[in-house]
T-cell receptor, first 114, second 113 residues
Framework: DTGVSQDPRHKITKRGQNVTFRCDPI?????LYWYRQTLGQGPEFLTY????????KSRLLSDRFSAERPKGSFSTLEIQRTEQGDSAMYLC????????????FGEGSWLTVV | GDSVTQMEGPVTLSEEAFLTINCTYT??????LFWYVQYPGEGLQLLLK?????DKGSNKGFEATYRKETTSFHLEKGSVQVSDSAVYFC????????????FGRGTQLTVWP
């Protein structure tokens, strides 16, 4: 069990550019979640997948954000036409549906939009 | 809607002092309750959880009891250490069929030697 892995850990990008983050969940976990955390705040839910199906999306997930989990394993979160307000830490987490209460987080991907 | 309210920080304590971080929640039904800890520059680690009323979660000397009558899940530790310095988040989840965790804003704890 290597834990939830995220890449890259840090990304600095210019406003208007596109960025993509990758998440590799714990290998046997079929649920995968994305959260966003800004400084001084708790994480806010963005979206989650069960296997390859995206089951829920927050209203925080604007049209510029898209998440995929094509084979039910790793996931990507893409942000198009980045804005300064997108600067945050993007956290990925995973769990087993059978014990869905316990969610394990990765170390996060920091995004800075300049 | 569902929400979690946490005690505002920062909290500063001397080593071996007693710690309490207050957490109250609003939710329909019977949520599961959690405390997560975040060390500088890292993601969140599950510290403890409780899934029904009167359950006590415990881990690494930390404890929290699920009190449905007061809708609370306060975190306590009898004797804190410098290594406990971190941000602590209270969170709830309304059952295994729902994916999302609702988090409080977090409480920064600093412990001085």
């Amino acid at each position: 069990d290597t834990g939830v892995s995220q890449d890259p850990r840090h990304k600095i990008t210019k406003r208007g550019q596109n960025v993509t983050f990758r998440c590799d969940p714990i290998s046997e976990h079929n649920r995968l979640y994305w959260y966003r955390q800004t400084l001084g705040q708790g994480p806010e839910f963005l979206t989650y997948f069960q296997n390859e199906a995206q089951l829920e999306k927050s209203r925080l997930l604007s049209d510029r954000f898209s998440a995929e989990r094509p084979k039910g394993s790793f996931s990507t979160l893409e942000i198009q036409r980045t804005e300064q307000g997108d600067s945050a830490m993007y956290l990925c987490a995973s769990s087993l549906a059978q014990s869905g209460d316990t969610i394990y987080f990765g170390e996060g991907s920091w995004l800075t939009v300049v | 809607g569902d929400s979690v309210t946490q005690m505002e920080g920062p909290v500063t304590l001397s080593e071996e002092a007693f710690l309490t971080i207050n957490c109250t929640y609003t939710a329909t039904g019977y949520p599961s309750l959690f405390w997560y800890v975040q060390y500088p520059g890292e993601g969140l680690q599950l510290l403890l959880k409780a899934t029904k009323a009167d359950d006590k979660g415990s881990n690494k000397g930390f404890e929290a009891t699920y009190r449905k009558e007061t809708t609370s899940f306060h975190l306590e530790k009898g004797s804190v250490q410098v290594s406990d310095s971190a941000v602590y988040f209270c969170a709830l989840n309304r059952g295994s069929t729902l994916g999302r965790l609702y988090f409080g804003r977090g409480t920064q704890l600093t412990v001085w030697p």
